[in-house]
């Protein structure tokens, strides 16, 4: 499955960092929410949309996935690497940590939604 992945979109602040990850036949927005001064993650919430722009609704009827515990702290090390030192002077595989990423959040999804 292809896909084109979108950090820090321009609409990002200190507070609110959005991510986008855009999927051949629909896309996931990521919310980030620091507190402070950008310095503490506290909060992860996700939607998937149409490429159109359509609201996709998870299997129990909600909109959002709010990331909790296990995953959470997953989130925040795969995010750690994509800001990473090595990362950003390509010392490390980019495109493996791109992958894992990508993977974590597709397997979230998968779990929470319903395609048909």
Same mark, same amino acid.
């Given at each position: 499955m292809n896909y084109? +992945?979108?950090?820090?979109?321009?609409?990002?602040? +200190?507070? +609110?960092?959005f991510h986008a990850i855009v999927f051949d036949s629909f896309k996931v927005n990521v919310i980030e929410r620091y507190t402070g001064k950008g310095t503490k993650l506290c909060e992860v919430v996700l939607k998937v949309r149409t490429l159109d722009d359509q609201i996709v609704h998870r299997k129990d009827g909600f909109? #959002?996935?709010? +990331?909790k515990d296990e995953d959470f702290e997953m989130y925040k090390n795969l995010t750690r690497t994509l800001t990473s030192y090595d990362y950003k002077? #390509?010392?490390?595989?980019?495109? #493996?940590?791109?992958?894992?990423f990508v993977h974590f959040l597709l397997r979230?999804?998968?779990?929470?939604?319903?395609?048909?």
């Amino acid at each position: 499955m292809n896909y084109q +992945l979108q950090l820090r979109t321009p609409e990002s602040n +200190l507070t +609110l960092v959005f991510h986008a990850i855009v999927f051949d036949s629909f896309k996931v927005n990521v919310i980030e929410r620091y507190t402070g001064k950008g310095t503490k993650l506290c909060e992860v919430v996700l939607k998937v949309r149409t490429l159109d722009d359509q609201i996709v609704h998870r299997k129990d009827g909600f909109i #959002k996935i709010k +990331l909790k515990d296990e995953d959470f702290e997953m989130y925040k090390n795969l995010t750690r690497t994509l800001t990473s030192y090595d990362y950003k002077n #390509k010392l490390i595989n980019r495109n #493996k940590a791109d992958e894992d990423f990508v993977h974590f959040l597709l397997r979230i999804v998968i779990i929470n939604y319903d395609f048909n």
